[in-house]
């Protein structure tokens, strides 16, 4: 079985990678949806910071994604 640079067998961490997008994706879907049905009830304070966790969110699965590309090289 290959392994990474930290010992631990490649596959597992790639799934466990592979989780963490799809529950930071799920969130991101969730949030985004919330904004949708209540922003009228928000204020532009809530709008942006659900606005700016929504954009950390994507940052974290493309770093992730990266991750991935780096441990299959």
Known sequence: MMTNKHGRPRQNREEEIKNIIEDTEENLNRTTEFAKEHGAALNEDEMQQ????????????????????????
């Open 50 to 73: 659900i606005e700016e966790k929504n954009e950390h969110r994507k940052e974290t699965m493309e770093n992730l994604q990266q991750a991935i590309n780096k441990e299959n090289e």
